[in-house]
Each structure stands twice: as C-alpha cells, then as structure tokens.
C-alpha cells in the first residue's frame, strides 16, 4: 500500500473511490423516496404525508435527525481516528441497513431501519471531505471536492429510477440488491484506501499535534468565519434536502395536472424527471465551479468565495419558478438552474472551510455545519409535509437572498490554507 500511495495519482484514486461510496450514499437514500407509492401497497402509512409519529414525512425526517445529531460527533472522531477504518465502517453498516430493509413488512420497522441509517450514514462525509481535503493541494482542492460531489448526484440519479426498478423487479428486491453492492464494495476500499498521517499516528499513544476535544470545539465554535459559513450551509441546505425529499412530488403534480394523469402514475415520471435533472445539472455546476474555483483563487483569495456567490445568485430565482411556476417546462428550467447553482456551491463548501479552519479541526467544523444543515432540512422537509409545496419552495428563495449577502460581505479569507 505505502508504494500505491507515493504515486502521483494516488490522491486522484482516493477521490474516484470515494466518488463511488458517495454514489451508494446517496442512492441508498434517495431511492425511497421515489418508491413511496409502490411501498405503500405493504406499508400502508407510507401513503400519507402526514408528518406525526406515522407517515412520509416524519419517516423521512427520523433520518435526518439522527444524521444530524450524529454529525459533531462523527467529526471529533474524523479529526482523531484512521479515516479510512471510518469511511469503509460506515460504507458496511448502512449497506447492511439497506439490505435489511429488503425484508422489512411493518412501518415500525421500516423506521428504525432508517435512522439507523442515519446514524451510520453521518460518519461518512466528514472523514471523506477531510481526507480528500489533506492529500490535494489549494490547486486541485476544489476540482477533487467537485468530483465527489458528482458521485452523490449520480447516486440521486440512480436512486430517482427506484419507482421503475421497484416496478420491474419489486421494491423488496431493489434494497436487497443495492445493499449487498455496497457491502462488497467496502471491501475494495479496504484494499485500496489509505489515511498515511493518521496510520503513523495512531502508533504513538497521543498525536502532539492534536488538541482535546474540548479544546477543538473551543478553537472552531470561537472562529467568527466558522459561524458565516455555518449560517449560510444551514440555509442553503433547508432548499437542497427540501428538492431531494419533496421535488419529485412537487413535479408529480404539476405533470398530473399539466397532462390529467393520476398522481401515482405521474410519480413514475415525476421521479426520473426531478432527480436526473436536478442531479445532472448539479453535476455540470460542480465540474464548473471546481474549475473555475481553483483557478480564481490562483489570483484572489476570495477566488472560492465568489464562485460560490455566483451559484447562490442563480439558485434564488430558481427556487421562486420552481415554487409557483405551472407550466412542466418552466418548472423544469427551474430544476435545471437550481442545480448549477447548487453545484457551484457545493464544491466550494470544505475548500472555503479551509481557509479558515486548520486541518486538525475540519471534520470537526464540518460536522456542525453537517448537523446545523440537516437538522434545517429536518425542519424544511416536515414543515413541507403540512404546507403547500410550491409556496414553500418560493419563500425558501427569499431566505437564499440573505445567505448571499451574508457570504459576499463576511467572508474575508486572507490565505488559501489555512495550516
């Protein structure tokens, strides 16, 4: 392994590989959403929106809590342990989660199984970003975070034809299929992946250069920057889970009323439709954003900070014609605008966060953005089950507003590292 890893693409490696453990991630997640109505024919609560201790709403969001609540503590851990024993741990459990749901047949167990998932789920993202975030340098930071990124939108993608696959196949045998994909892949990354700095380390019975703790929430929640970039993921993730949980049924029903379909047929194009579009232009934006981030910040510090500016500008009309319009094709070009913008934001979240945040506390940070992030998209996603969809998307358009502002005036890096 050590003579894999002195090879000059090994970072780039690392960055495929964990490409495609975003993939299972967000597959895993995603595709109950678009095999809601196909589940509900054995679990009949999954039918309802209603968002109390039974229905769509409230199973979506028992997820959510727990990988948020999780998340701070994943990222102390991150900052401490081999990151690699995390990110294959974690790749099993929820993979065995997924498998496990296969055989589900009550809502009882349907929900435990979820936050479960959560929970293994949330130990994955900060010691992923943090390592791909050590071995490549401010030049290629943003690129190799990007294409991370494309492998949690291809995982929405696959995740978006859960309704067809379900179809074709059964819902009972999608889960058991992608879970025991993942549960083989952790294997490979066993013999593929490596975390160096933190294998030495862990030889000596304390790493010197680590703080407690306490002492690296201290340093973090003491940061002024830490609490802009944190104010501003928070609100950007309320819009980002809202589309992942709520965006195929928000287009279900503008094509049932568009093309006089039922709701559970238009679901099966809805789907598709929402997912691929909006995974597919989050795609272009990341590869955009990346590129264009590392380049700018070349010759501006605050190069990463505007290219982020810039997706936030094109993701507040977005939000707005995605809640009121009615016409299909303008509820699509919504998507479609939404999605660059989210990818310029995405990208840049963990390199902005670098240069304020020294390497020895960035999983650390990052999991309270996390768990800020997700907890506000907990509160998105079940306040959206009792609300009208399209008003809900359009007010959460004003909210972005602020969070530009917020970004363009507060954040003032001064290097493009932070050591």
Partial sequence: ????????????????????????????????????????????????????????????AAFMWIYGLMSPVSGAIADRLNRKNLIVGSLFVWSAVTFLMGYVDTYVQLYILRAVMGFSEALYIPAALSLIADIHSGKTRSMAIGIHMTGLYLGQIAGGFGSIFSGLLNWHTVFLLCGLVGMIYSVVLILFISDPGREKSAKSVKDPNQPSVLKSISLVLSNMAFWAVLFVFTTLSMPGWATKNWLPELLANVISNSWGMEIGKAMDYAGPIAVISLAGASFIGAMIGGR???????????????????????????????????????????????????????????????????????????????????????????????????????????????????????LRPKTVNME
């Fill in 1 to 60: 392994m050590s003579k894999i890893t002195e090879k000059k693409w090994y970072p780039w490696l690392v960055v495929i590989l964990l490409s495609g453990v975003a993939f299972l991630n967000y597959m895993d997640r995603q595709m109950l959403s678009t095999m809601r109505f196909a589940m509900s024919e054995d679990i009949v609560e999954v039918a309802t929106s209603y968002t109390g201790p039974w229905g769509w709403g409230a199973l979506m």
């Fill in 292 to 410: 264009l981030s590392d380049k700018w910040v070349q010759t501006n510090v605050r190069g990463r900070v505007y290219t982020s500016c810039i997706g936030l500008a094109l993701i507040v009309p977005s939000l707005v014609f995605m809640g009121l319009g009615d016409s299909l094709i303008a509820v699509i070009f919504a998507i479609l605008c939404f999605g660059i913008g989210y990818g310029f934001f995405d990208t840049n979240n963990m390199p902005i966060l670098c240069q304020f945040i020294p390497s020895r506390q960035r999983a650390t940070a990052y999991g309270f953005i996390n768990m800020s992030g997700v907890l506000g998209g907990a509160a998105i996603t079940t306040a959206l089950g009792s609300l009208s969809l399209g008003e809900g998307f359009a007010l959460l358009g004003g909210v972005t507003v602020l969070s530009l502002l917020i970004q363009f005036i507060a």
